[in-house]
């Protein structure tokens, strides 16, 4: 798993953002195993603590499940769950100031959908 930190977020945020990720692109699937605490946070070099951090708020969030002795699974509903929620969230918080930018630069939206992503 790669992550590139930055100093802007605590780490179990971006830790909990990463895996998030991985469920919403189909990498961790429903009923998948998360990798270990301590795998993690071998691999990362961060504490566990700081794993067992963002795993908790996965739990929180509805999206993952303890499996006492056995490690953390992905939750059936869990990719449907994320859609709905990083819709409302890109909705909410992100598109308002990117129609404000269209509308500031002028921009059409045949000119949107003509031009190639990324």
Same mark, same amino acid.
Do not use: C
């Given at each position: &798993?790669?992550i590139?930190?930055n100093?802007? %977020?605590?780490?179990? *945020?971006?830790?909990r953002?990463? !895996?998030?990720e991985?469920? &919403?692109? #189909?990498? +961790?699937?429903? /009923?998948?195993? +998360? ?8 691999e ?8 067992? $951090?963002?795993?908790?708020? !996965?739990?929180?969030? /509805?999206?993952?499940? $303890?499996?006492?002795? *056995? #490690? &953390?699974?992905?939750?059936? /509903?869990? $990719? @449907? ?7 409302? $969230?890109?909705?909410? @918080? ?8 269209? %509308?500031? !630069? #002028? +921009? #059409?939206l045949? %000119? !949107? +959908?003509?031009?190639?992503? /990324?």
């Open positions: &798993m790669q590139n930190w100093n802007k %977020e605590p780490i179990y *945020l971006q830790l953002d990463r !895996l998030v991985l469920i &919403m692109d #189909g990498v +961790l699937k429903e /009923g998948d195993a +998360l990798p270990s605490v301590r795998q993690i946070s071998s990362q070099r961060i504490n566990p603590i700081t794993v067992s $951090k963002a795993f908790q708020l !996965l739990v929180d969030d /509805g999206l993952v499940e $303890k499996r006492r002795g *056995l #490690g &953390m699974y992905v939750l059936n /509903g869990a $990719k @449907d769950k994320l859609a709905t929620d990083e819709r409302a $969230k890109f909705l909410t @918080d992100e598109w308002p100031q990117i129609a404000e930018r269209i %509308e500031r !630069l #002028g +921009l #059409g045949d %000119e !949107l +959908l003509r031009h190639p992503k /990324g």
